[in-house]
């Protein structure tokens, strides 16, 4: 299975684009803090992940989400390879994502407090406001307590 979860901050603006095909994609990049891995100077070590998300996912990531902004990304990873100019071979790893949730406090872009959109889901009629994890309402993140099998 293929699956992964992050909650993190978005390192600068999403970055949209149009495929030639006319999709719409945002990529963007979100650190995430390690839990229990500290560097040598005592801090947290923090990862970058390059994500994708397409179609309406893209649209409210563009319309909600600014640099900073905290979200919970689900989604699973991809390895791509492609042939450089110069002849080697380019590799990269992404996140493509399937559900981003908005985990920021309301700000200027983003017009509510917590919201989720699963771009699998089959509705139209997506509105922010009134559809988080519990209802719209704040999300505590020292309230969860999530035990993993490893």
Do not use: H, R
Request: proline share 3%.
């Amino acid at each position: 299975m293929n699956k992964v979860f992050l909650i993190g901050n978005l390192t600068k603006d999403p970055e949209i684009k149009v495929t030639q095909s006319g999709k719409e994609m945002a990529k963007f990049s979100l650190a995430v803090s390690s839990s229990y891995e500290k560097g040598d100077d005592g801090k947290y070590k923090t990862d970058f992940f390059n994500c994708i998300a397409w179609g309406k996912t893209c649209e409210l990531m563009n319309k909600y989400t600014q640099k900073g902004s905290k979200l919970l990304v689900e989604g699973n990873i991809s390895n791509n390879t492609w042939d450089k100019p110069d002849g080697t071979k380019g590799y990269s790893v992404n996140i493509n994502v399937s559900t981003v949730e908005f985990l920021s406090p309301k700000s200027e872009k983003d017009t509510s407090s917590s919201s989720s959109y699963n771009s699998n889901s089959n509705s139209s009629d997506y509105s922010p406001e009134g559809k988080g994890a519990n209802d719209g309402g704040e999300i505590d993140l020292d309230d969860i307590n999530i035990s993993m099998p490893f």
